[in-house]
């Protein structure tokens, strides 16, 4: 018997519709407007590496990628400036005010959000007020306060400002992606028994991880990159973070640009690195809580 194969199925060929000129002419537009407006944001940073990396003599007189490459820069600023000490500093400010930001956040987010006491509104908006209130404003209270608590002048000075400084953005980020969650899978928890520490814990904890994200990056690239706070409450350098050790090399009558872009893309690089890193959550995060459920 001679078996019969069916005959196989001929793949259809889907032809996309032309694309007319005026769409053609604005898809076109459109790549030259992100060109510019890409090249506009890389162009410092690399001019910053390239000058980091030639001679003093060429800083502003040669072509942009230098003729000759040299690591004076990153050797001053490295050994002579030693600014692997601040670089240290600001890792150890920046991650501690980031756990006590995130943890306060989320803790006071989910209580404003999901918890119904007296008075919740008021006391929100007290505590979000601060976002009103400029942070030059607040300089010279902060400066009395942590002279009077004996705090001046010491890294842990500078980090309980820097979270307390930060609390009122991330709780009201943190309170909307709260609010952006189902009610029905906390209801379905309580039914099931569990507390409401355990709630925040196992359910609306790793729901919230993309509004977590969000509110670490903001804080990290804020508390990392401050200057004011950290030049006048810290005055020892082995002390201080490295924005204001960096920024002590631009001098009034000559400075050292090699060594200052040296110390700017140090200083850069874990911002960059972290941003990368962290994108994915970070446009979640700020997609997440824009829908009320």
């Known amino acids: 018997m001679s078996a019969t194969t069916a005959p196989r199925p001929v793949p259809l060929k889907v032809q996309r ?16 407007v992100m060109v510019v407006v890409s090249a506009a944001a890389v162009g410092p940073l690399l001019y910053m590496l390239f000058t980091s990396i030639r001679p003093q003599a ?18 001053f600023a490295w050994n002579e400036l030693q600014i692997w000490r601040n670089f240290f500093n600001s890792v150890l400010i920046t991650g501690t005010t980031l756990a006590l ?25 007290v505590v979000t007020s ?18 009077s608590f004996g705090l001046l002048g010491s890294r842990l000075g500078l980090i309980l400002v820097y979270t307390a400084g930060g609390v009122s953005f991330s709780l009201f980020l943190m309170r909307t992606f709260f609010d ?14 569990a507390s409401e520490v355990q709630i925040f814990r196992r359910v609306m904890l790793p729901l919230a991880a993309p509004g977590i994200a969000t509110v670490a990056i903001f804080q990290m690239i804020n ?20 924005q ?9 009558y000559a400075t050292n ?37």
Not at 17 to 32: E, F, K, M, Q, T
Not at 109 to 114: I, K, L, V
Not at 180 to 193: F, V
Not at 273 to 292: E, I, N, S
């Open 17 to 32: 519709p032309a694309r007319s000129a005026r769409s053609v002419l604005r898809l076109g537009l459109w790549h030259a």
């Open 223 to 242: 508390v990392w990159n401050e200057l004011l706070f950290a030049s006048a409450l810290i005055s020892e350098p082995a002390n201080r973070p490295i």
């Open 101 to 125: 930001t995130i943890a306060a956040a989320t803790l006071a987010g989910y209580a404003f959000s999901r918890i119904g006491f007296t008075g919740r509104q008021l006391l929100f908006f």
């Open 257 to 293: 640009w090699p060594a200052l872009t040296a110390a700017m893309t140090l200083s850069a690089l874990p911002m960059v690195v972290a941003y990368v890193v962290f994108q994915r959550w970070f446009v979640a995060g700020l997609t997440a809580g824009a829908v009320k459920a």
């Open 244 to 252: 204001p050790v960096a920024n002590s090399l631009i001098g009034q």
């Open 180 to 193: 952006a969650l189902p009610h029905e899978l906390s209801e379905a928890a309580r039914l099931d028994g």
């Open 58 to 75: 060429t800083a502003f007189t040669g072509p942009l990628i230098p003729d000759e490459f040299t690591a004076v820069g990153y050797d």
């Open 130 to 147: 601060a976002l009103f209130l400029p942070g030059v404003a607040t300089l010279i209270p902060i400066y009395l306060e942590l002279q």
